[in-house]
Protein backbone atom coordinates (compact mmCIF):
# COMPACT_ATOMS: atom_id res chain seq x y z
CA UNK A 1 0.00 0.00 0.00
CA UNK A 2 2.64 2.32 1.18
CA UNK A 3 5.52 2.16 -1.21
CA UNK A 4 8.16 3.96 1.60
CA UNK A 5 7.94 5.40 4.42
CA UNK A 6 9.20 9.30 4.49
CA UNK A 7 11.55 10.28 7.38
CA UNK A 8 9.85 11.26 10.38
CA UNK A 9 10.78 14.77 12.05
CA UNK A 10 9.77 16.70 15.03
CA UNK A 11 6.80 18.65 14.60
CA UNK A 12 7.42 22.00 16.55
CA UNK A 13 5.46 25.70 16.48
CA UNK A 14 3.49 23.97 13.49
CA UNK A 15 6.22 22.77 11.42
CA UNK A 16 8.07 19.48 10.56
CA UNK A 17 11.82 20.57 11.30
CA UNK A 18 14.67 18.53 12.28
CA UNK A 19 16.72 18.10 15.33
CA UNK A 20 18.45 21.39 16.58
CA UNK A 21 21.82 19.29 15.90
CA UNK A 22 21.02 17.01 12.95
CA UNK A 23 21.01 13.73 14.41
CA UNK A 24 18.50 10.66 13.62
CA UNK A 25 18.06 7.46 14.64
CA UNK A 26 16.87 4.35 12.70
CA UNK A 27 13.29 3.04 13.17
CA UNK A 28 13.90 -0.77 12.54
CA UNK A 29 10.84 -3.00 11.36
CA UNK A 30 9.50 -5.54 13.72
CA UNK A 31 8.77 -7.83 10.99
CA UNK A 32 12.04 -7.69 8.82
CA UNK A 33 14.14 -5.96 11.50
CA UNK A 34 15.16 -3.91 8.23
CA UNK A 35 15.49 -0.09 9.15
CA UNK A 36 12.15 1.78 8.10
CA UNK A 37 13.37 5.33 8.06
CA UNK A 38 15.08 7.56 9.94
CA UNK A 39 14.18 9.85 12.76
CA UNK A 40 15.36 12.99 13.85
CA UNK A 41 16.34 12.83 17.77
CA UNK A 42 15.33 15.44 19.98
CA UNK A 43 17.05 17.05 22.27
CA UNK A 44 17.20 19.55 25.33
CA UNK A 45 17.29 21.95 22.95
CA UNK A 46 15.04 20.96 20.78
CA UNK A 47 12.07 20.21 24.24
CA UNK A 48 13.10 23.86 24.82
CA UNK A 49 11.90 25.25 21.48
CA UNK A 50 8.43 23.11 21.81
CA UNK A 51 8.47 24.20 25.29
CA UNK A 52 8.57 27.93 24.38
CA UNK A 53 6.13 27.48 21.12
CA UNK A 54 3.47 25.80 23.68
CA UNK A 55 4.16 28.17 26.05
CA UNK A 56 3.40 31.09 23.81
CA UNK A 57 0.54 29.27 22.11
CA UNK A 58 -1.16 29.15 25.51
CA UNK A 59 -0.39 32.20 27.14
CA UNK A 60 -0.36 34.81 23.96
CA UNK A 61 -2.00 32.63 20.98
CA UNK A 62 -5.99 32.22 20.44
CA UNK A 63 -5.69 29.05 22.16
CA UNK A 64 -5.95 29.68 25.56
CA UNK A 65 -8.62 32.25 25.56
CA UNK A 66 -10.50 30.63 22.23
CA UNK A 67 -14.15 30.36 22.99
CA UNK A 68 -15.37 26.85 23.96
CA UNK A 69 -17.62 25.94 20.73
CA UNK A 70 -14.90 26.81 18.95
CA UNK A 71 -12.03 25.33 20.36
CA UNK A 72 -14.35 21.68 19.72
CA UNK A 73 -14.99 22.23 16.58
CA UNK A 74 -10.87 21.63 16.23
CA UNK A 75 -11.25 18.97 18.30
CA UNK A 76 -14.00 17.05 15.93
CA UNK A 77 -12.35 18.14 13.09
CA UNK A 78 -9.16 16.22 14.26
CA UNK A 79 -11.34 13.03 14.74
CA UNK A 80 -12.89 13.70 11.20
CA UNK A 81 -9.53 13.63 9.59
CA UNK A 82 -8.33 10.54 11.84
CA UNK A 83 -11.25 8.86 10.41
CA UNK A 84 -10.83 10.03 6.86
CA UNK A 85 -7.17 8.73 7.24
CA UNK A 86 -7.79 5.33 9.46
CA UNK A 87 -6.71 2.71 7.16
CA UNK A 88 -3.35 4.43 6.32
CA UNK A 89 -3.07 5.17 10.18
CA UNK A 90 -3.93 1.31 10.70
CA UNK A 91 -1.07 0.61 8.32
CA UNK A 92 1.89 2.75 9.23
CA UNK A 93 0.61 1.31 13.11
CA UNK A 94 0.90 -2.20 12.18
CA UNK A 95 4.45 -1.52 10.39
CA UNK A 96 5.68 0.24 13.17
CA UNK A 97 4.54 -2.20 15.88
CA UNK A 98 4.28 -5.28 14.49
CA UNK A 99 0.84 -5.40 15.78
CA UNK A 100 -1.78 -7.29 13.62
CA UNK A 101 -3.79 -4.95 10.80
CA UNK A 102 -6.97 -6.62 12.19
CA UNK A 103 -6.42 -4.82 15.63
CA UNK A 104 -4.71 -1.70 14.52
CA UNK A 105 -7.83 -0.94 12.55
CA UNK A 106 -9.49 -0.97 15.97
CA UNK A 107 -7.12 1.26 17.73
CA UNK A 108 -7.28 3.90 14.87
CA UNK A 109 -11.05 3.98 15.24
CA UNK A 110 -10.39 4.69 18.92
CA UNK A 111 -8.32 7.15 18.13
CA UNK A 112 -11.06 8.99 16.59
CA UNK A 113 -13.54 8.29 19.39
CA UNK A 114 -11.09 9.62 21.87
CA UNK A 115 -11.61 13.01 20.36
CA UNK A 116 -15.22 13.04 19.47
CA UNK A 117 -15.81 11.58 23.49
CA UNK A 118 -13.68 14.32 25.11
CA UNK A 119 -15.35 17.21 22.93
CA UNK A 120 -18.66 15.77 24.12
CA UNK A 121 -17.36 15.51 27.90
CA UNK A 122 -15.93 18.90 27.99
CA UNK A 123 -19.14 20.51 26.82
CA UNK A 124 -21.13 18.96 29.17
CA UNK A 125 -18.79 18.13 32.53
CA UNK A 126 -16.58 20.77 32.55
CA UNK A 127 -18.51 23.03 34.98
CA UNK A 128 -17.67 24.29 38.49
CA UNK A 129 -20.05 24.00 41.29
CA UNK A 130 -22.10 26.20 43.72
CA UNK A 131 -21.91 26.49 47.10
CA UNK A 132 -24.49 29.38 49.09
CA UNK A 133 -23.35 30.17 52.52
CA UNK A 134 -26.57 31.56 54.24
CA UNK A 135 -27.09 34.87 53.01
CA UNK A 136 -23.58 35.92 53.54
CA UNK A 137 -21.68 34.11 50.45
CA UNK A 138 -21.47 32.27 47.74
CA UNK A 139 -18.40 30.17 46.38
CA UNK A 140 -17.81 28.81 43.68
CA UNK A 141 -15.24 26.93 41.43
CA UNK A 142 -14.56 26.63 37.94
CA UNK A 143 -11.88 24.49 36.46
CA UNK A 144 -9.10 26.18 34.43
CA UNK A 145 -6.52 24.39 32.22
CA UNK A 146 -2.93 24.04 33.41
CA UNK A 147 -0.71 25.38 30.58
CA UNK A 148 2.07 23.21 29.05
CA UNK A 149 1.61 19.74 30.01
CA UNK A 150 4.11 16.88 28.82
CA UNK A 151 2.64 13.88 27.31
CA UNK A 152 5.17 10.32 27.27
CA UNK A 153 3.61 7.30 25.79
CA UNK A 154 4.90 3.84 25.03
CA UNK A 155 5.07 1.67 21.96
CA UNK A 156 2.88 -1.15 23.04
CA UNK A 157 -0.56 0.51 21.41
CA UNK A 158 1.35 4.05 20.17
CA UNK A 159 -1.57 5.99 18.21
CA UNK A 160 -4.40 4.88 20.99
CA UNK A 161 -2.62 5.57 23.82
CA UNK A 162 -1.11 9.07 22.29
CA UNK A 163 -4.91 9.78 21.21
CA UNK A 164 -5.64 8.92 25.45
CA UNK A 165 -3.93 11.74 26.18
CA UNK A 166 -4.24 14.48 23.94
CA UNK A 167 -7.95 14.88 23.46
CA UNK A 168 -8.90 15.46 27.25
CA UNK A 169 -5.49 17.56 27.25
CA UNK A 170 -6.51 19.49 24.08
CA UNK A 171 -10.29 19.64 24.84
CA UNK A 172 -9.92 20.76 28.18
CA UNK A 173 -7.46 23.91 26.68
CA UNK A 174 -4.05 22.84 27.57
CA UNK A 175 -0.79 23.18 25.13
CA UNK A 176 0.70 20.17 24.53
CA UNK A 177 4.37 18.50 24.05
CA UNK A 178 4.58 14.83 23.18
CA UNK A 179 7.52 12.59 23.65
CA UNK A 180 6.39 9.24 21.81
CA UNK A 181 7.81 5.82 22.18
CA UNK A 182 11.40 5.84 20.37
CA UNK A 183 10.21 2.01 19.14
CA UNK A 184 7.19 3.61 17.42
CA UNK A 185 7.72 7.36 16.33
CA UNK A 186 5.32 7.05 13.25
CA UNK A 187 1.91 7.27 14.60
CA UNK A 188 2.66 10.63 16.04
CA UNK A 189 3.31 12.18 13.22
CA UNK A 190 0.33 11.30 11.69
CA UNK A 191 -1.50 13.10 13.95
CA UNK A 192 0.97 16.36 13.69
CA UNK A 193 -0.04 15.80 10.01
CA UNK A 194 -3.78 15.50 11.01
CA UNK A 195 -3.26 18.43 13.75
CA UNK A 196 -2.13 20.91 10.80
CA UNK A 197 -4.31 19.90 8.47
CA UNK A 198 -6.87 20.82 11.01
CA UNK A 199 -5.21 24.10 11.18
CA UNK A 200 -4.95 24.32 14.96
CA UNK A 201 -3.13 27.45 15.68
CA UNK A 202 0.79 26.67 16.15
CA UNK A 203 2.39 25.59 19.15
CA UNK A 204 -0.56 24.42 20.36
CA UNK A 205 0.51 20.91 19.71
CA UNK A 206 4.65 19.75 19.65
CA UNK A 207 5.98 16.71 18.83
CA UNK A 208 9.36 16.13 20.02
CA UNK A 209 10.86 12.28 19.21
CA UNK A 210 14.25 11.34 20.83
CA UNK A 211 14.83 8.45 24.13
CA UNK A 212 13.75 8.71 27.23
CA UNK A 213 16.98 9.49 29.14
CA UNK A 214 17.87 12.62 26.71
CA UNK A 215 14.19 14.22 25.58
CA UNK A 216 12.03 12.65 28.25
CA UNK A 217 14.09 14.05 30.95
CA UNK A 218 14.53 17.32 29.66
CA UNK A 219 10.90 17.29 29.17
CA UNK A 220 10.70 16.01 32.32
CA UNK A 221 12.15 18.37 33.90
CA UNK A 222 11.40 21.60 32.64
CA UNK A 223 9.86 24.26 34.71
CA UNK A 224 7.49 25.62 32.23
CA UNK A 225 5.75 22.19 31.94
CA UNK A 226 2.98 22.15 34.54
CA UNK A 227 1.73 18.13 34.34
CA UNK A 228 3.62 14.68 32.69
CA UNK A 229 0.80 12.30 31.64
CA UNK A 230 3.07 9.03 31.59
CA UNK A 231 2.20 5.20 30.41
CA UNK A 232 4.88 3.15 30.51
CA UNK A 233 7.03 0.74 33.00
CA UNK A 234 6.90 1.08 36.36
CA UNK A 235 10.51 1.52 37.03
CA UNK A 236 10.23 4.68 34.26
CA UNK A 237 7.02 6.07 36.35
CA UNK A 238 9.43 5.93 39.39
CA UNK A 239 12.13 8.28 37.73
CA UNK A 240 10.42 10.16 36.32
CA UNK A 241 8.44 11.16 39.27
CA UNK A 242 12.04 11.58 40.99
CA UNK A 243 12.75 13.85 38.64
CA UNK A 244 9.37 16.51 38.56
CA UNK A 245 9.70 16.74 41.84
CA UNK A 246 12.13 19.89 41.76
CA UNK A 247 9.40 21.48 39.95
CA UNK A 248 7.10 20.61 41.68
CA UNK A 249 5.05 18.74 38.94
CA UNK A 250 1.31 17.17 38.77
CA UNK A 251 2.31 13.66 37.62
CA UNK A 252 -0.36 10.66 35.92
CA UNK A 253 1.37 7.30 36.18
CA UNK A 254 0.00 4.07 34.10
CA UNK A 255 1.98 1.82 35.14
CA UNK A 256 2.86 -1.94 34.76
CA UNK A 257 0.47 -5.12 35.08
CA UNK A 258 0.34 -8.26 36.12
CA UNK A 259 -3.11 -9.00 36.19
CA UNK A 260 -5.33 -12.36 37.42
CA UNK A 261 -8.06 -13.74 35.40
CA UNK A 262 -9.80 -15.98 38.08
CA UNK A 263 -11.83 -18.96 36.81
CA UNK A 264 -13.84 -20.95 39.02
CA UNK A 265 -15.64 -24.47 38.56
CA UNK A 266 -18.71 -22.93 37.83
CA UNK A 267 -17.75 -20.40 35.31
CA UNK A 268 -19.60 -20.30 31.34
CA UNK A 269 -16.23 -22.68 30.27
CA UNK A 270 -16.05 -21.45 26.73
CA UNK A 271 -16.59 -17.78 27.30
CA UNK A 272 -14.04 -17.72 29.97
CA UNK A 273 -11.51 -19.43 27.43
CA UNK A 274 -12.15 -16.84 25.26
CA UNK A 275 -11.29 -14.52 27.37
CA UNK A 276 -8.49 -15.79 29.24
CA UNK A 277 -7.01 -16.41 25.27
CA UNK A 278 -7.91 -12.73 23.63
CA UNK A 279 -6.58 -10.92 26.70
CA UNK A 280 -3.30 -12.18 26.47
CA UNK A 281 -2.51 -13.17 22.70
CA UNK A 282 -4.23 -9.86 21.48
CA UNK A 283 -1.82 -7.34 20.90
CA UNK A 284 1.05 -9.44 20.74
CA UNK A 285 0.76 -9.90 24.69
CA UNK A 286 1.71 -6.25 24.60
CA UNK A 287 -0.92 -5.35 26.37
CA UNK A 288 -0.44 -3.39 30.23
CA UNK A 289 -4.40 -5.31 31.52
CA UNK A 290 -3.14 -8.87 29.64
CA UNK A 291 -4.27 -11.76 32.16
CA UNK A 292 -0.87 -12.71 32.51
CA UNK A 293 -2.04 -15.39 35.49
CA UNK A 294 -4.88 -17.32 35.10
CA UNK A 295 -5.60 -19.11 38.46
CA UNK A 296 -8.38 -21.88 37.07
CA UNK A 297 -10.02 -24.06 39.98
CA UNK A 298 -8.80 -27.68 40.82
CA UNK A 299 -11.99 -29.36 39.31
CA UNK A 300 -11.51 -28.11 36.17
CA UNK A 301 -7.92 -27.55 35.42
CA UNK A 302 -7.08 -30.58 33.27
CA UNK A 303 -10.05 -29.59 31.15
CA UNK A 304 -9.34 -25.80 30.48
CA UNK A 305 -5.76 -26.37 30.09
CA UNK A 306 -6.17 -29.23 27.37
CA UNK A 307 -8.86 -26.39 25.85
CA UNK A 308 -5.80 -24.10 26.02
CA UNK A 309 -3.53 -26.19 24.41
CA UNK A 310 -5.79 -26.62 21.82
CA UNK A 311 -6.37 -23.02 21.00
CA UNK A 312 -2.46 -22.08 21.49
CA UNK A 313 -1.76 -24.45 18.62
CA UNK A 314 -4.48 -22.96 16.41
CA UNK A 315 -3.83 -18.89 16.79
CA UNK A 316 -3.14 -17.77 13.62
CA UNK A 317 1.02 -16.18 13.70
CA UNK A 318 1.58 -13.99 11.17
CA UNK A 319 2.51 -11.09 8.74
CA UNK A 320 1.28 -7.49 10.83
CA UNK A 321 -0.46 -6.83 7.55
CA UNK A 322 -1.95 -10.11 6.70
CA UNK A 323 -6.50 -9.84 7.45
CA UNK A 324 -5.61 -13.17 8.81
CA UNK A 325 -3.23 -12.78 11.50
CA UNK A 326 -3.92 -13.10 15.37
CA UNK A 327 -0.40 -12.88 16.36
CA UNK A 328 2.62 -10.55 15.00
CA UNK A 329 6.26 -9.88 15.77
CA UNK A 330 7.45 -8.57 18.92
CA UNK A 331 8.73 -4.56 18.61
CA UNK A 332 12.20 -5.30 18.50
CA UNK A 333 14.75 -7.68 19.33
CA UNK A 334 15.82 -6.24 22.64
CA UNK A 335 12.23 -7.26 23.94
CA UNK A 336 12.20 -10.45 21.86
CA UNK A 337 15.47 -11.67 24.41
CA UNK A 338 13.71 -10.57 27.10
CA UNK A 339 10.13 -12.35 27.02
CA UNK A 340 12.24 -15.70 25.68
CA UNK A 341 14.72 -14.92 28.15
CA UNK A 342 10.96 -15.27 30.62
CA UNK A 343 10.53 -18.49 28.95
CA UNK A 344 14.01 -20.49 29.61
CA UNK A 345 13.72 -18.78 33.68
CA UNK A 346 10.00 -20.72 33.40
CA UNK A 347 11.57 -23.98 32.68
CA UNK A 348 14.11 -23.65 35.01
CA UNK A 349 11.57 -22.21 37.75
CA UNK A 350 9.93 -25.60 37.16
CA UNK A 351 6.80 -25.10 34.32
CA UNK A 352 6.21 -26.82 31.68
CA UNK A 353 6.20 -25.25 28.42
CA UNK A 354 3.30 -25.50 25.52
CA UNK A 355 4.23 -23.46 22.64
CA UNK A 356 2.33 -22.54 19.38
CA UNK A 357 4.26 -23.46 16.43
CA UNK A 358 5.92 -20.11 14.15
CA UNK A 359 5.54 -20.84 10.30
CA UNK A 360 8.77 -21.79 9.02
CA UNK A 361 8.33 -18.88 6.27
CA UNK A 362 8.41 -16.19 8.91
CA UNK A 363 12.38 -16.13 9.59
CA UNK A 364 12.97 -12.68 9.84
CA UNK A 365 10.29 -10.81 12.78
CA UNK A 366 10.77 -11.33 16.47
CA UNK A 367 8.29 -14.20 16.68
CA UNK A 368 7.60 -15.53 19.89
CA UNK A 369 4.82 -18.45 19.84
CA UNK A 370 1.62 -18.11 21.80
CA UNK A 371 3.21 -19.54 25.32
CA UNK A 372 1.59 -21.57 28.48
CA UNK A 373 3.65 -22.22 31.42
CA UNK A 374 1.83 -25.01 32.92
CA UNK A 375 2.12 -25.88 36.69
CA UNK A 376 3.42 -22.44 37.12
CA UNK A 377 3.50 -21.42 40.73
CA UNK A 378 2.42 -17.76 41.73
CA UNK A 379 5.77 -17.13 43.97
CA UNK A 380 8.07 -18.13 40.68
CA UNK A 381 9.53 -15.26 39.36
CA UNK A 382 7.87 -15.20 36.01
CA UNK A 383 4.46 -14.77 37.67
CA UNK A 384 5.65 -11.91 39.79
CA UNK A 385 7.16 -10.13 36.84
CA UNK A 386 5.88 -8.21 33.92
CA UNK A 387 6.73 -9.86 30.74
CA UNK A 388 4.69 -8.36 28.37
CA UNK A 389 4.67 -10.75 25.75
CA UNK A 390 2.14 -13.47 24.71
CA UNK A 391 2.65 -15.75 27.65
CA UNK A 392 0.69 -17.05 30.29
CA UNK A 393 1.34 -18.56 33.50
CA UNK A 394 -1.69 -21.19 34.75
CA UNK A 395 -1.73 -21.34 37.97
CA UNK A 396 -4.05 -24.00 39.42
CA UNK A 397 -6.12 -23.27 43.51
CA UNK A 398 -8.77 -24.71 45.44
CA UNK A 399 -10.32 -22.23 47.36
CA UNK A 400 -11.90 -18.63 47.34
CA UNK A 401 -9.33 -17.40 49.61
CA UNK A 402 -6.16 -19.19 48.77
CA UNK A 403 -7.28 -17.36 44.83
CA UNK A 404 -7.60 -14.04 46.28
CA UNK A 405 -4.39 -14.22 48.53
CA UNK A 406 -2.60 -15.16 45.26
CA UNK A 407 -4.31 -12.59 42.99
CA UNK A 408 -3.26 -10.02 45.63
CA UNK A 409 0.27 -11.77 46.23
CA UNK A 410 2.14 -9.59 43.40
CA UNK A 411 3.68 -5.85 43.48
CA UNK A 412 1.17 -5.33 40.51
CA UNK A 413 -2.37 -4.18 40.83
CA UNK A 414 -3.54 -2.45 37.55
CA UNK A 415 -6.74 -5.06 36.52
CA UNK A 416 -8.80 -8.20 37.06
CA UNK A 417 -10.92 -10.55 35.78
CA UNK A 418 -13.54 -13.36 37.36
CA UNK A 419 -15.47 -15.72 35.91
CA UNK A 420 -18.02 -17.99 37.91
CA UNK A 421 -21.85 -17.49 37.83
CA UNK A 422 -22.19 -17.25 41.57
CA UNK A 423 -23.46 -13.63 41.95
CA UNK A 424 -22.92 -13.28 45.43
CA UNK A 425 -18.90 -14.77 44.92
CA UNK A 426 -18.49 -12.42 41.95
CA UNK A 427 -19.05 -9.23 43.77
CA UNK A 428 -17.17 -10.48 46.36
CA UNK A 429 -13.76 -11.56 44.87
CA UNK A 430 -14.20 -8.77 42.52
CA UNK A 431 -14.34 -6.24 46.11
CA UNK A 432 -11.12 -7.83 47.16
CA UNK A 433 -8.75 -8.23 44.66
CA UNK A 434 -6.75 -4.95 44.75
CA UNK A 435 -7.04 -3.55 41.10
CA UNK A 436 -7.70 -0.59 39.43
CA UNK A 437 -9.96 -2.50 37.32
CA UNK A 438 -12.11 -5.42 37.78
CA UNK A 439 -13.98 -6.99 35.04
CA UNK A 440 -16.28 -9.81 35.76
CA UNK A 441 -17.49 -12.35 33.57
CA UNK A 442 -16.71 -10.46 30.42
CA UNK A 443 -13.49 -9.28 28.66
CA UNK A 444 -11.27 -6.27 28.50
CA UNK A 445 -14.66 -3.88 27.13
CA UNK A 446 -14.05 -0.63 28.25
CA UNK A 447 -16.65 2.61 28.03
CA UNK A 448 -14.63 5.69 27.87
CA UNK A 449 -16.56 7.06 30.40
CA UNK A 450 -15.18 4.29 33.52
CA UNK A 451 -11.81 5.58 35.40
CA UNK A 452 -8.80 3.95 34.07
CA UNK A 453 -5.57 3.25 35.91
CA UNK A 454 -4.06 1.07 38.77
CA UNK A 455 -2.99 0.73 42.42
CA UNK A 456 -0.10 -0.73 43.55
CA UNK A 457 3.23 -0.16 41.35
CA UNK A 458 0.66 -0.16 38.52
CA UNK A 459 0.38 3.78 38.69
CA UNK A 460 -0.95 6.81 40.75
CA UNK A 461 -4.35 8.29 39.53
CA UNK A 462 -6.73 7.55 37.21
CA UNK A 463 -7.46 9.05 33.64
CA UNK A 464 -10.48 8.06 31.41
CA UNK A 465 -14.08 9.53 31.35
CA UNK A 466 -14.36 12.63 33.25
CA UNK A 467 -11.43 12.16 35.72
CA UNK A 468 -9.05 13.06 33.45
CA UNK A 469 -10.67 16.59 33.37
CA UNK A 470 -11.11 16.82 37.08
CA UNK A 471 -8.38 15.06 38.02
CA UNK A 472 -5.31 15.43 35.89
CA UNK A 473 -5.79 17.97 32.87
CA UNK A 474 -7.44 21.21 34.98
CA UNK A 475 -6.81 22.53 38.13
CA UNK A 476 -9.82 23.67 40.32
CA UNK A 477 -10.34 27.75 41.36
CA UNK A 478 -12.25 27.78 44.56
CA UNK A 479 -13.79 31.92 44.54
CA UNK A 480 -15.49 32.96 47.38
CA UNK A 481 -17.73 35.61 47.48
CA UNK A 482 -19.36 37.81 49.83
CA UNK A 483 -23.23 38.58 48.94
CA UNK A 484 -23.91 40.58 52.36
CA UNK A 485 -22.30 41.95 55.78
CA UNK A 486 -20.47 39.68 57.29
CA UNK A 487 -18.01 40.04 60.28
CA UNK A 488 -14.84 40.87 59.94
CA UNK A 489 -12.45 40.91 62.79
CA UNK A 490 -10.76 44.56 63.44
CA UNK A 491 -7.04 44.19 64.19
CA UNK A 492 -5.31 47.20 65.18
CA UNK A 493 -8.29 49.59 66.12
CA UNK A 494 -7.01 49.82 69.65
CA UNK A 495 -9.80 49.00 72.24
P1 LIG B 1 9.05 2.63 28.90
O1 LIG B 1 8.84 3.03 30.31
O2 LIG B 1 10.33 1.99 28.54
O3 LIG B 1 8.90 3.89 27.92
C1 LIG B 1 7.73 4.66 27.87
C2 LIG B 1 8.09 6.07 27.43
O4 LIG B 1 8.89 6.68 28.43
C3 LIG B 1 8.89 6.14 26.13
O5 LIG B 1 8.45 7.24 25.37
C4 LIG B 1 10.31 6.39 26.64
O6 LIG B 1 11.14 7.05 25.73
C5 LIG B 1 10.04 7.27 27.85
N1 LIG B 1 11.11 7.28 28.85
C6 LIG B 1 11.98 6.30 29.17
N2 LIG B 1 12.81 6.72 30.14
C7 LIG B 1 12.44 7.98 30.46
C8 LIG B 1 12.91 8.94 31.40
N3 LIG B 1 13.94 8.68 32.21
N4 LIG B 1 12.30 10.14 31.45
C9 LIG B 1 11.26 10.44 30.64
N5 LIG B 1 10.78 9.57 29.72
C10 LIG B 1 11.36 8.34 29.64
O7 LIG B 1 7.80 1.71 28.53
P2 LIG B 1 7.58 0.88 27.18
O8 LIG B 1 8.53 -0.26 27.20
O9 LIG B 1 7.57 1.83 26.04
O10 LIG B 1 6.07 0.37 27.37
C11 LIG B 1 5.72 -0.83 27.98
C12 LIG B 1 5.26 -0.61 29.42
O11 LIG B 1 4.15 0.28 29.44
C13 LIG B 1 4.77 -1.87 30.10
O12 LIG B 1 5.26 -1.91 31.42
C14 LIG B 1 3.26 -1.70 30.12
O13 LIG B 1 2.58 -2.42 31.13
C15 LIG B 1 3.14 -0.24 30.31
N6 LIG B 1 1.81 0.23 29.87
C16 LIG B 1 0.93 0.63 30.84
C17 LIG B 1 -0.35 1.05 30.47
C18 LIG B 1 -1.33 1.51 31.51
O14 LIG B 1 -2.28 2.18 31.15
N7 LIG B 1 -1.16 1.18 32.77
C19 LIG B 1 -0.72 1.06 29.13
C20 LIG B 1 0.21 0.64 28.17
C21 LIG B 1 1.48 0.24 28.57
Not at 300 to 317: C, G, P, S, W, Y
Not at 331 to 343: A, E, P, R, S
Not at 459 to 484: C, D, L, M
Request: aromatic share 8%.
Amino acid sequence: MIEKVDDVKLYINGEFVDASDGQTFENINPFTNETTNLVAKGTESDIEKAVEAAEEAFEHGPWGSMKLKERMKYIERIADLIEEEAESIAYLESLDSGLPISQTRKMAARGAENFRFYSRMVQARMHGDAYQVDDEFINYTVYQPLGVVGLITPWNAPFMLLTWKVAPALATGNTVVLKPAELSPLSANILANVIQKAELPKGVFNVVHGFGETAGESLVKHPTVKAISFTGETTTGKRIIKNSADSLKKTSMELGGKSPLIVFEDADFDQALDAAVWGIFSFNGERCTANSRVFVQKNIREKFTNALKERVQNIVIGAPMNNETELGPLIDQGHFKKVTGYIELAKEEGCEIFQGTVPPELTTGNYVPPTLLLNAKNDMKVCQEEIFGPVMAVIEFEKEEEVIEMANDVEYGLAGYVWTNDIKRAHRVAQAVDSGMIWVNSQNVRDLRIPFGGMKASGIGREGGHFAIFEFYTEPKAIHVAIGNHHIPQFGKGK
